[in-house]
């Protein structure tokens, strides 16, 4: 049986859109119930709604708190019934509740070797260290700041001259591969987490 999967992004939804084409090849064995965004004026959302997935808009700007934000944010994500939540360009630290409320079915991607350069602006800060190979990092999403089980990386050599957008660009094309594989590893039931490592069936 197909996975649920639902994805939440904040900008322009390019690893989203990979994620789609993905399942549209029949590579991943899931159904995009859902994509859910925090702004209102997401590329994404324009990615949805021509692969006709349906759009959940939970606008942080129109919450008194974040607590209050996110407290609509977990209702819609119970109301889903969904396998596996995809971070796929979500710009907000989710909160220990949400996560609480997931374990073990939340994945994310970040443009770096974890443990390597977390956090914002990755690329920027692999660069300025004059590391001579980046990439991304696909993991389950845990209560630390880009710390949780690491599922699988794809390297990126930095090349001379480099700066920060031209080696985002780089390992965006490395994501694309990397996110989809991690998401038909987990509907294929094939990640098992052992402690703080993920075992691959």
Do not use: W
Not at 70 to 79: C, I, K, N, V
């Amino acid at each position: 049986m197909k996975k649920r999967i639902a994805v939440i992004a904040s900008g322009r939804g390019s690893n989203f859109q990979a994620v789609v084409d993905a399942i549209g090849a029949g590579l991943v064995p899931a159904t995009c119930v859902a994509l859910i965004t925090d702004n209102p004026k997401a590329y994404a959302i324009e990615r949805a709604e021509k692969a006709g997935i349906p759009r959940i808009v939970i606008d942080y700007a129109t919450f008194p708190s974040r607590e209050a934000y996110e407290r609509a944010l977990l209702s819609a994500m119970q109301d889903l019934n969904a396998d596996l939540f995809v971070l796929a360009g979500y710009m907000r630290i989710l909160g220990s509740p949400i996560v609480r409320a997931f374990p073990g079915k939340m994945v994310n991607i970040h443009p770096a070797l974890l443990p390597s350069f977390t956090g914002l602006h990755a690329q920027r800060q692999a660069v300025q260290y004059g590391v001579k190979v980046a990439g991304c990092t696909v993991h389950f999403v845990d209560e630390s700041l880009d710390g949780g089980p690491i599922i699988l990386q794809r390297c990126v050599p930095v090349l001379d001259g480099d700066d920060e957008d031209s080696l985002a660009e780089r390992i965006l094309e490395q994501e694309h591969i990397a996110f989809p594989e991690a998401i038909r590893l987990f509907c294929e039931d094939r990640l098992e987490i052992v402690g703080r490592k993920v075992r691959i069936h």
